[in-house]
Structures are given as C-alpha cells and as structure tokens.
Nanobody, 118 residues
Framework: QVQLVESGGGLVQAGGSLRLSCAAS????????MAWYRQAPGKQRELVAS???????NYADSVKGRVSISRDNAESTVLLLMNSLKPEDTAVYYC????????????WGQGTQVTVSS
C-alpha cells in the first residue's frame, strides 16, 4: 500500500508562487506514475501535472509554463512548483499515485487547499 500526504497549500496573492509537497510512503517502488490533480468547488477534478518513475513529465495546457513537477528524496517526495498564480488556480490539490503491481490501483492523498487572492 502507498500512503500520500500533501503539504504546502495556503493563501497566496495573484502572481505569487507556491510549492506543494507530496510525501509518499509504503511500497513506493511499485509506483509507476505520480501526479497532482485539483478540484475547485462545483467543478470536475482535473489533472495538473504528472511524472513517471523515469522522470517523464506532462502538464495540463492550463498550467504549462507556470508549474513544474519534480521528485526528490529518492523519489519518495513529489513537488509541484507553481508560479504566476491566478485566482482560477484556487482549488483543493490532490496528490495521486498510480501503482502497477500487483494490480493497477490509484491512491489519493487527503488534499491541500490552495487559495489565490486577486
């Protein structure tokens, strides 16, 4: 099993920056892809960024050029660096881990609130 704990959310002024962290524990060697999703009130959950076990990254069009996803601490922690934040970035951000062994399963963190004021 994989456990995910997010941190780093909070209130930030528009145009500012924020760093979100996702600490993974458990069978982290089984994780194929880790990602950040977000969900604003009344809206669908959407992918923000993802990173594979080999370091391949992917970003949603809405955040390209403004966010960066990376891994550190021997790939046990995933970071989401966000710059030039906009009020529309306000949402609960969730860490996601996609495992491939023994069966495909997706784990979710508890979420961390990001609020961007105008």
């Amino acid at each position: 099993q994989v456990q995910l704990v997010e941190s780093g959310g909070g209130l930030v002024q528009a145009g500012g920056s924020l760093r979100l962290s996702c600490a993974a524990s458990g069978s982290v060697f089984r994780v194929n892809v880790m990602a950040w999703y977000r969900q604003a009130p009344g809206k669908q959950r959407e992918l923000v960024a993802s990173i594979t076990s080999r370091g391949i990254t992917n970003y949603a069009d809405s955040v390209k050029g403004r966010v960066s996803i990376s891994r550190d601490n021997a790939e046990s922690t995933v970071l989401l660096l966000m710059n030039s934040l906009k009020p529309e970035d306000t949402a609960v951000y969730y860490c996601n881990a996609d495992v491939s062994v023994p069966h495909r399963y997706v784990y979710w963190g508890q979420g961390t609130q990001v609020t961007v004021s105008s």
